[in-house]
């Protein structure tokens, strides 16, 4: 009997969300440093122009003309405000773009069991004589057990996530072992 447990399509969409989030926020964050602040800057200098000139009650019709809101800018950003900026865009766009070459490694991993052994994401095949420990603590609750393993005298673990692996393939995969394995 041969089973597959493939990655869960709500992990996949999770995982690539976040991916797309971060680098959206970061490019959102270089916008801002690049054109939103300097642009805002503009307004406001040209606002405290007008201000010092006592010539405010022109400056609804020049911001106007200029395409701009009356409102004008609550502050003036300085260097710092824009290299601020800089700073978390380029940190998220990196962290976005770290969480999706994860994801991008991980969406085709799979757990296969086949007769006598499991086969783990990455290829490597686990006989069930060679499993040595079974840790089921959060598997009833949170669908995670760890196995541990010993091949030719190298140890190893694994384990078994029913949330971002197919349920169903897991709690089969996980039957055998119990029942297979030479603890």
Known sequence: MTVEAKITSIWKKQ?????????????????????????SNDRWLAHEKFKTENRLSEWPQFAKNAGWNETPPHKYYKKNDIAAQYFIGALAVVFG????????????????????????????????????????????????ATIYYSIDGRAGKFILDDYKFDPQPMREIMKEIEGKAKL
């Open 15 to 39: 995982k690539g969300f976040l991916a797309l989030f971060f680098v959206g926020i970061g490019l959102w964050f270089l916008f801002d440093g690049k054109v939103g602040f300097p642009k």
């Open 97 to 144: 773009m770290a969480v999706f070459i994860y994801w991008a490694g991980q969406i085709k991993l799979v757990f296969k069991l086949e007769e006598g052994a499991v086969i783990i994401p990455g290829g490597k095949r686990v006989p069930f004589e060679s499993i040595t420990g079974i840790n089921r603590k959060k598997w009833d609750d949170k669908g995670l």
